[in-house]
Every structure is written in structure tokens, then in C-alpha cells.
Nanobody, 121 residues
Framework: QVELVESGGGLVQPGGSLRLSCAAS????????MAWYRQAPGKARELVAT???????NYADSVKGRFTISRDNSKNTVYLQMNSLKPEDTAVYYC???????????????WGQGTQVTVSS
């Protein structure tokens, strides 16, 4: 059993910052790519940023230069540092990870429960 637990969401004023965390726990042999997605009301879920096991990162154009994704492999944790937040960043943010439970099982994708980020004055 694998679980992803997010934390760090909340209410912030435009121009402010937040740092999201997502910790994976349970039966984990290895973790491949980790990612953050978000879903605003009435919109489809969209990819925000990804980081590979080796640390290579990619970002959606809408967050480039403002958000930074990172991971701590010793803690099975991925982070999303969000700066210069805008009202359009308001959404539920979800983390995702590709995880092998054992050396002989395939990679399965897991999702966190989501954390609300609201940017408003």
C-alpha cells in the first residue's frame, strides 16, 4: 500500500508565495518521476511541473520562472515552491508519482488527495 500526502496549501495574496510538500509512504522500492498537477473549478486537470528521479525538471509555460519543483529522494518527498502567485493559480493542487513497490513489480501511478491553493486579496 502506497500513500501520497500533500501539505502546504492555503490562502495567499497576489504576489505572495507558498510551498507545497508531498510525501510518499508505504511499500516503496523506487520512485520514478514525480509531478504536480492542478485543477481549477470548471476546468480540466493540468500538468504544472515534473521532476525525474535524476532531477530533470519541466514546467508548464504558465508557471515558468515563478514555480520551482524539487525532490528529496531520502525522504520520498516532492516540493513545489510557488512565488509571485496570481489569482489564476487558484486551484486544487495534486501530486503524482510513479512508484515500484518491489524490484519485480511494474511502476504504478499514485495520486495525493489534493490541497487547495487560493490566491486572492
Amino acid at each position: 500500500q502506497v500513500e501520497l500526502v500533500e501539505s502546504g496549501g492555503g490562502l495567499v495574496q497576489p504576489g505572495g508565495s507558498l510551498r507545497l510538500s508531498c510525501a510518499a509512504s508505504g511499500r516503496i522500492f523506487s520512485i520514478n518521476a514525480m509531478a504536480w498537477y492542478r485543477q481549477a473549478p470548471g476546468k480540466a486537470r493540468e500538468l504544472v511541473a515534473t521532476v525525474t528521479s535524476g532531477g530533470t525538471t519541466n514546467y508548464a509555460d504558465s508557471v515558468k520562472g515563478r514555480f520551482t519543483i524539487s525532490r528529496d529522494n531520502s525522504k520520498n518527498t516532492v516540493y513545489l515552491q510557488m512565488n509571485s502567485l496570481k489569482p489564476e493559480d487558484t486551484a486544487v493542487y495534486y501530486c503524482s508519482a510513479g512508484i515500484k513497490a518491489t524490484s519485480w513489480t511494474r511502476v504504478n501511478n499514485y495520486w495525493g488527495q489534493g490541497t487547495q491553493v487560493t490566491v486572492s486579496s
